[in-house]
C-alpha cells in the first residue's frame, strides 16, 4: 500500500508536470510560427483590405493548422478564416464556443503569452496571439496530436509502473515470507518448548537478526535440555541414593524383628549398622541441603583473610593418620607464602575433600601431594596423587552430582557422590574455578583456582 501510494502520488504529479510542458512547449512552437508568417497579414490588415485580410487569415489558419480571427482594437472581428463571425463584435468566448475557461482565454490576451486551455470532451485548443497594427491576430490550434502523443507517452508510463508495482509486490511479498517464516518457525518452537518439549529446535535459514534470535533460541533450549536432563538425573540418583540406606536399614530392622533366639552381640552389631546408614543417609541429605543452597544463592560466604599455606598444614596434618593407616605417603610443598579473601571453613572443607578422596583413591605404597603456589592473578592449591586416575571419557562427568566412575568402590568408601560437585559449587562462588588432569593407572590431579587479591598477583 505505501508503494503503491507513493506511485500515486508520484505519477500525478509526472503526468501534470509532463503535461505543462508538451502543451506550453506546443503552444510556444505555435507562437513562433504565428510570428514568423503573419508579415503578409500585417501588410493586410494595414491596407484595409477585406477580401486580402480574409485571403491571408484562411492562409495562415492552414499554416498553423487551426482557425484563426483578426480583431481591430476594439474587438471587432475583422476576418475570420472559418468565416462564421466577420463583422462581429463579441467576447473572446463567442470566438471559440467550445473554450469553457473564458476568464483564462482573455488573461492570455492581455499578457500576449500562450497557455493550453482545456475545452470540452477531449480536446484542447491551443492558442497563440499576434499583434497587428493596433488589432490582434488571435489562432486557436486543436492539440489532438500533440494530445494523442502524450496519452501514447502516459500509456507507456503507466505501463511501467504497472510493471514495477508488480515487481515490487513480488519483492514485498519474498520479503514480507523471509521475515515470517522464520516468526512462524520460532512461535511453533515456543509453543512446543511452553509444553515441556526441550528438544525443540528452530531451522535458521539466512543472516540477519531473526537469525540470530533463532540461534539463541535454539541455544537457550539446548541449555534448558541439558539442565533437564541433569535434573531428571539428579532425581534418580538422589533417589537411589537415599533408597539404598533405607533399603539396608528395612533388612536389619527385620531381621532383628524376626529373629528366632535373642542373640545381644548380633543385636548390637545390627543396630550399630543401623545407626551407620542413618549417619550415611543423614550425610547425604545435608550434603543435599548444602548443594540446594549454593544453587539458590542462600549460603552467604564469610569472607575475610585466609593464608593457604596455614590452611593447607592444618588440613595435611589431620588426614596424616588416614594416609599412614592406608600406606600412603602424604607431602606439603608450599612454593609461595598465599594469603586470599575467602570463607575459611568453606575452603577447608573443599581441600579436606580432595586430600582425602586422593588417599582413599590411591594404593598401598603410593603418593599424595598437596602444592600450593601461585599463576598470574590466581593462587593456586593443587592435589595429586599416584592413584588409579579416571578414564578421559569420564573426566567431563566428575562433577556431576552423584556420578561415581566405580560406583561400587566409592560406596565402600563411604562417599555420597556430592562432594566434588559441592566443592566446584563452593569454589566458583569464591570467583575461582577447579579442574582436573588424569590419566588413568597414573593418577590425578585436582587443581584449585582463587583469585588474588589486588596487587597480590605474581611478578
Aim: charged content about 20%.
Amino acid at each position: 500500500m505505501i508503494t503503491v501510494l507513493a506511485f500515486a502520488c508520484l505519477g500525478a504529479a509526472l503526468i501534470r508536470q509532463v503535461g505543462v510542458y508538451v502543451f506550453t512547449r506546443a503552444a510556444e512552437e505555435k507562437q513562433e510560427l504565428l510570428s514568423f508568417i503573419s508579415d503578409d497579414l500585417n501588410e493586410a490588415y494595414a491596407g484595409g483590405d477585406s477580401r486580402t485580410l480574409w485571403l491571408e487569415s484562411v492562409r495562415l489558419a492552414g499554416a498553423v493548422g487551426g482557425r484563426v480571427v483578426v480583431t481591430d482594437a476594439g474587438g471587432f472581428v475583422l476576418s475570420d478564416s472559418q468565416s462564421l463571425i466577420n463583422g462581429y463584435s463579441c467576447p473572446l468566448e463567442r470566438f471559440f464556443p467550445e473554450a469553457e475557461e473564458a476568464d483564462a482565454a482573455h488573461a492570455l490576451i492581455k499578457a500576449q503569452k500562450a497557455l493550453p486551455l482545456a475545452v470540452e470532451g477531449e480536446r484542447y485548443l491551443i492558442l497563440c496571439m499576434q499583434r497587428v497594427g493596433d488589432g490582434a491576430i488571435i489562432a486557436a490550434c486543436p492539440a489532438s496530436p500533440v494530445y494523442e502523443g502524450l496519452v501514447g507517452s502516459l500509456g507507456t508510463l503507466l505501463a511501467l509502473a504497472g510493471a514495477i508495482l508488480l515487481v515490487c509486490a513480488l519483492l514485498g511479498l519474498l520479503i514480507t515470507r523471509s521475515f515470517t517464516r522464520p516468526v512462524k518457525t520460532l512461535r511453533s518452537a515456543i509453543s512446543r518448548l511452553s509444553v515441556g518439549d526441550f528438544s525443540v529446535r528452530a531451522e535458521e535459514v539466512g543472516n540477519n537478526e531473526l537469525t540470530e534470535l533463532i540461534h539463541a533460541f535454539n541455544d537457550m533450549t539446548t541449555k534448558m535440555e541439558l539442565l533437564d536432563r541433569s535434573r531428571n538425573q539428579f532425581v534418580s540418583n538422589a533417589s537411589h541414593e537415599l533408597k539404598t540406606p533405607l533399603a539396608g536399614m528395612k533388612i536389619l530392622i527385620e531381621a532383628l524383628l524376626y529373629q528366632q533366639v535373642y542373640d545381644e552381640k548380633t543385636s548390637k552389631e545390627f543396630m550399630g549398622d543401623v545407626i551407620s546408614e542413618i549417619d550415611r543417609l543423614n550425610q547425604i541429605v545435608q550434603d543435599l541441603l548444602t548443594l540446594v543452597g549454593m544453587d539458590t544463592g542462600e549460603t552467604k560466604l564469610n569472607l575475610a583473610p585466609v593464608d593457604l599455606t596455614t590452611l593447607a598444614g592444618d588440613n595435611v596434618k589431620r588426614l596424616q593418620p588416614l594416609a599412614h593407616g592406608r600406606g600412603v605417603e602424604l607431602d606439603l610443598e608450599i612454593v609461595d607464602d598465599i594469603t586470599v579473601n575467602a570463607d575459611k571453613l568453606k575452603l577447608e572443607q573443599v581441600l579436606y575433600n580432595l586430600i582425602d578422596n586422593a588417599i582413599k583413591y590411591t594404593p598401598r605404597g603410593g603418593g599424595v601431594q598437596v602444592k600450593v603456589h601461585k599463576r598470574g592473578a590466581y593462587a593456586l592449591m593443587s592435589v595429586t596423587d599416584n592413584g588409579i586416575g579416571i578414564p578421559k571419557s569420564e573426566q567431563e562427568h566428575i562433577f556431576d552430582r552423584f556420578y561415581r566412575v566405580d560406583k561400587a568402590r566409592s560406596r565402600a568408601t563411604g562417599g555420597t557422590g556430592l562432594g566434588l560437585s559441592i566443592a566446584r559449587q563452593m569454589i566458583l562462588a569464591h570467583g575461582g574455578n577447579i579442574t582436573v588432569t588424569s590419566e588413568e593407572d597414573k593418577g590425578s590431579t585436582f587443581t584449585v583456582s582463587l583469585p588474588l587479591p589486588r596487587g597480590g598477583s605474581a611478578a
